[in-house]
């Protein structure tokens, strides 16, 4: 999705808006660009491609203080080179970078058009520029042009603008797409991710939603869209730029499907209690009464975070004996849900920024809803939207499918199920055997791991197929959605989940020796059932590829995973497949950490 970074101080700026542009990259972009100002004129550059495309088409000789840059994600307007932002008004003093969507863009470029403004390009984005353009000759104070363009525009944003004329000041302004400003020594930053500024600082400021700043190399003020200070305190990022390179990894999806032993660990430490086998959740806020008190449970999220939170309510279900189901966020915000007290509700996202389940927690926060977050970014605005949480710790996911952030947030759901579980029936004993079978996961992902060659071997045996079949019952049915979600994501081989039991209610039709199957089937009370299903794949000459804790001679190949506790199986069970799809990627040839038309972060409708 689109990315800002914007600098102020006694730098060059272009060096350090293309290392920030150059962070953001991860987030998926089809065109870059970027603003100085020197010597109260602008000068730009933007190209369609990569940040590296930009970075080469930027002279070296690109002074200018101050400055802002763009990575672009089309929505309005193919990508190309004037498409890209930033975007000037008429007379070339101001430019804009913006994330998201002016939703009534058409109506406010009719209008500048008929006041005889000429457009660029085809984007939403330039009527800010035109607008903000027109209101600083009135008001000749870049605040508040800002504040009155902002008026007549209805849409989600995040900008960053400069003004040629006032070259010590950028003005930014949020509202549902990120800013956050970095704070350094005589410098100031502001970006759509903190990303882009670790490198220079880690003393941050998140705006809230209608929010503005003006930043100054020596400072910063925050006001309201009704132009009231507002008083922020900054807070100190626990990432380094260390956790955003690859580390030596040919793509940051195998580092971080690698880094599950550890990520997992961080999720864990210090969260059970080996006196009582209880969880310490400290962030949910909720004495026992409360936890107690909660009579359903209602997971949303997006992609695989809504696939994580199938996984989390299976969890709840059977470890507190509490109803539970997820939903897709971007389904439940558009379908006015019914609102219970006595539900508590869980919204999931590694960004804390996809705007579908931002829009969704605000929703339910209307509505009286009691919120909590299950978030791997500290700070986000999901983290602060909602009434209480737990943080992954899983450090920063770089890569566009989500592996490390899935497989924590599952654990997290493991250690909020065995919390709620033990305010109600969920005995000691279960207890201990659920913080026990927690303990060992680590070192059986670490157990998976090593069964990377053989199932890179499977990987390029199956890739060929034109699509693929994962079938799984119950605990596995999760499993089976999230590894067909990979699949298609990075090796765009077409993936369809279904619980097994369902394959004889119409996909069996498709099975063929050209649609091959990977079935879920772990030892659990199921296993016969699983079994059973495989014989019925098998008598239509399909292929199938079991995942599980044995072999069976039902299956053509078979991937065995260490076994833990029933209820814990489907966390490790993901861990071959994430596997499968990087390698079925690999052999594809496919841009593996970013691929086509998707975004890590999607913060727009
Ligand atoms: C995008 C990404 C997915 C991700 C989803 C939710 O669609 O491509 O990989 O699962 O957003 O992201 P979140 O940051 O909310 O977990």
Same mark, same amino acid.
């Given at each position: 999705?689109? &990315?800002?970074?914007?600098?102020?101080?006694?730098?060059?700026?272009?060096?350090?808006?293309?290392?920030?542009?150059?962070?953001?990259?991860?987030?998926?972009?089809?065109?870059?660009?970027?603003?100085?100002?020197?010597?109260?004129?602008?000068?730009?550059?933007?190209? +369609?491609?990569?940040?590296?495309?930009?970075?080469?088409?930027?002279?070296?000789?690109? +002074?200018?203080?101050?400055?802002?840059?763009?990575?672009?994600?089309?929505?309005?307007?193919?990508?190309?080179?004037?498409?890209?932002?930033?975007?000037?008004?008429?007379?070339?003093?101001?430019?804009?970078?913006?994330?998201?969507?002016?939703?009534?863009?058409?109506?406010?470029?009719?209008?500048?058009?008929?006041?005889?403004?000429?457009?660029?390009?085809?984007?939403?984005?330039?009527?800010?520029?035109?607008?903000?353009?027109?209101?600083?000759?009135?008001?000749?104070?870049?605040?508040?042009?800002?504040?009155?363009?902002?008026?007549?525009?209805?849409?989600?944003?995040?900008?960053?603008?400069?003004?040629?004329?006032?070259?010590?000041?950028?003005?930014?302004?949020?509202?549902?797409?990120?800013?956050?400003?970095?704070?350094?020594?005589?410098?100031?930053?502001?970006?759509?991710?903190?990303?882009?500024?670790?490198?220079?600082?880690?003393?941050?400021?998140?705006?809230?939603?209608?929010?503005?700043?003006?930043?100054?190399?020596?400072?910063?003020?925050?006001?309201?869209?009704?132009?009231?200070?507002?008083?922020?305190?900054?807070?100190?990022?626990?990432?380094?730029?260390?956790?955003?390179?690859? &580390?030596?990894?040919?793509?940051?999806?195998?580092?971080?499907?690698?880094?599950?032993?550890?990520?997992?660990?961080?999720?864990?430490?210090?969260?059970?209690?080996?006196?009582?086998?209880?969880?310490?959740?400290?962030?949910?806020?909720?004495?026992?009464?409360?936890?107690?008190?909660?009579?359903?449970?209602?997971?949303?999220?997006?992609?695989?975070?809504?696939?994580?939170?199938?996984?989390?309510?299976?969890?709840?279900?059977?470890?507190?004996?509490?109803?539970?189901?997820?939903?897709?966020?971007?389904?439940?915000?558009?379908?006015?849900?019914?609102?219970?007290?006595?539900?508590?509700?869980?919204?999931?996202?590694?960004?804390?920024?996809?705007?579908?389940?931002?829009?969704?927690?605000?929703?339910?926060?209307?509505?009286?809803?009691?919120?909590?977050?299950?978030?791997?970014?500290?700070?986000?605005?999901?983290?602060?939207?909602?009434?209480?949480?737990?943080?992954?710790?899983?450090?920063?996911?770089?890569?566009? @499918?989500?592996?490390?952030?899935?497989?924590?947030? @599952?654990?997290?759901?493991?250690?909020?199920?065995?919390?709620? &579980?033990?305010?109600?029936?969920?005995?000691?004993?279960?207890?201990?055997?659920?913080?026990?079978?927690?303990?060992?996961?680590?070192?059986?992902?670490?157990?998976?791991?090593?069964?990377?060659?053989?199932?890179?071997?499977? @990987?390029?045996?199956?890739?060929?197929?034109?699509?693929?079949?994962?079938?799984?019952?119950?605990?596995?049915?999760?499993?089976?959605?999230?590894?067909?979600?990979?699949?298609?994501?990075?090796?765009?081989?077409?993936?369809?989940?279904?619980?097994?039991?369902?394959?004889?209610? &119409?996909?069996?039709?498709?099975?063929?020796?050209?649609?091959?199957?990977?079935?879920?089937?772990?030892?659990?009370?199921?296993?016969?059932?699983?079994?059973?299903?495989?014989?019925?794949?098998?008598?239509?000459?399909?292929?199938?590829?079991?995942?599980?804790?044995?072999?069976?001679?039902? @299956?053509?190949?078979?991937?065995?995973?260490? +076994?833990?506790?029933?209820?814990?199986?489907?966390?490790?069970?993901?861990?071959?497949?994430?596997?499968?799809?990087?390698?079925?990627?690999?052999?594809?040839?496919?841009?593996?950490?970013?691929?086509?038309?998707?975004?890590?972060?999607?913060?727009?409708?």
């Amino acid at each position: 999705m689109c &990315g800002i970074v914007a600098y102020v101080g006694p730098k060059d700026a272009a060096p350090i808006l293309l290392e920030g542009l150059q962070r953001l990259e991860y987030r998926g972009y089809d065109s870059a660009g970027l603003a100085v100002v020197n010597a109260k004129s602008l000068r730009t550059r933007k190209v +369609k491609g990569r940040v590296a495309d930009l970075a080469a088409a930027v002279p070296a000789k690109f +002074k200018g203080t101050i400055g802002i840059g763009h990575t672009r994600w089309a929505t309005h307007g193919a990508p190309s080179d004037v498409n890209a932002h930033p975007h000037l008004d008429q007379e070339q003093r101001i430019a804009v970078v913006h994330n998201g969507i002016i939703e009534n863009a058409d109506e406010l470029r009719r209008r500048l058009e008929g006041e005889g403004v000429k457009f660029e390009s085809e984007t939403d984005s330039e009527v800010l520029s035109h607008l903000i353009g027109r209101m600083v000759k009135d008001t000749d104070s870049l605040r508040e042009a800002v504040l009155r363009a902002l008026k007549s525009v209805v849409g989600t944003y995040g900008i960053a603008v400069v003004d040629a004329q006032r070259p010590g000041e950028i003005v930014v302004a949020r509202n549902g797409s990120p800013i956050v400003l970095g704070l350094g020594e005589k410098e100031m930053f502001a970006a759509s991710d903190v990303a882009a500024l670790i490198r220079y600082t880690r003393q941050v400021v998140h705006l809230e939603d209608g929010e503005l700043a003006v930043i100054k190399a020596d400072g910063f003020t925050t006001f309201t869209s009704d132009a009231r200070e507002t008083a922020k305190e900054p807070f100190t990022v626990d990432w380094d730029a260390g956790h955003y390179d690859n &580390g030596g990894y040919e793509h940051y999806l195998l580092k971080e499907i690698s880094e599950q032993p550890e990520t997992v660990a961080r999720t864990l430490r210090g969260r059970m209690d080996d006196r009582f086998h209880i969880a310490h959740l400290g962030g949910l806020n909720m004495d026992a009464r409360e936890t107690r008190s909660f009579r359903r449970v209602k997971i949303i999220g997006c992609g695989s975070a809504y696939y994580s939170g199938q996984m989390g309510a299976q969890l709840i279900e059977e470890l507190a004996r509490i109803p539970a189901d997820a939903e897709p966020a971007s389904e439940f915000r558009y379908r006015s849900p019914v609102v219970e007290p006595d539900t508590l509700y869980v919204a999931i996202s590694q960004s804390g920024e996809t705007y579908d389940t931002l829009a969704a927690v605000q929703e339910l926060k209307r509505k009286g809803g009691r919120v909590l977050g299950i978030v791997n970014t500290v700070g986000s605005a999901i983290a602060r939207e909602t009434d209480g949480g737990i943080y992954l710790h899983a450090g920063p996911e770089v890569s566009v @499918a989500s592996t490390k952030a899935f497989t924590s947030t @599952a654990v997290a759901f493991a250690l909020l199920a065995l919390h709620l &579980g033990r305010v109600r029936d969920l005995s000691p004993a279960d207890g201990r055997r659920i913080c026990e079978g927690l303990r060992r996961l680590p070192e059986q992902i670490e157990e998976i791991l090593t069964l990377e060659d053989r199932i890179k071997e499977l @990987a390029k045996k199956y890739a060929d197929a034109p699509g693929m079949m994962f079938v799984g019952r119950v605990r596995g049915y999760p499993v089976a959605r999230e590894g067909a979600q990979k699949l298609k994501e990075i090796s765009y081989v077409h993936a369809e989940a279904y619980p097994a039991s369902e394959l004889k209610h &119409g996909p069996l039709a498709l099975i063929s020796p050209e649609l091959p199957t990977v079935a879920i089937v772990p030892d659990d009370e199921l296993l016969d059932k699983n079994l059973t299903t495989l014989g019925e794949i098998r008598a239509r000459h399909g292929r199938i590829l079991m995942v599980g804790h044995r072999t069976s001679e039902a @299956a053509d190949d078979c991937i065995v995973v260490p +076994k833990n506790e029933v209820e814990l199986d489907p966390i490790l069970l993901t861990i071959p497949l994430q596997l499968f799809a990087y390698h079925a990627a690999v052999a594809l040839d496919r841009d593996v950490d970013r691929p086509r038309n998707l975004a890590k972060s999607v913060t727009v409708e």
